[in-house]
């Protein structure tokens, strides 16, 4: 299975979650970021390409 974490800048929430994971024998992970600024920036081939996708974002503060 494709593994997709995706958070803002991709440099903390999502790039963690696929160092976490990247060895999993079963699975396959990226990870990318929404912003202009994400060190990998989100793009449709990563969206095609997964078959799984999380969104890692913090809660917005009221």
């Known amino acids: 299975m494709n593994i997709l974490f995706v958070c803002s800048r991709n440099k903390w929430r999502s ?16 990870s990318a970021g929404t912003e202009p600024s994400a060190k990998v920036k989100l793009n449709a081939k990563h969206i095609i390409w997964a078959d799984l996708i999380f969104g890692k974002e913090t809660q917005a503060k009221n």
Do not use: G, L, S
């Open 15 to 30: 790039a963690t979650a696929e160092t976490v994971y990247k060895n999993h024998p079963e699975h396959q992970i990226r």
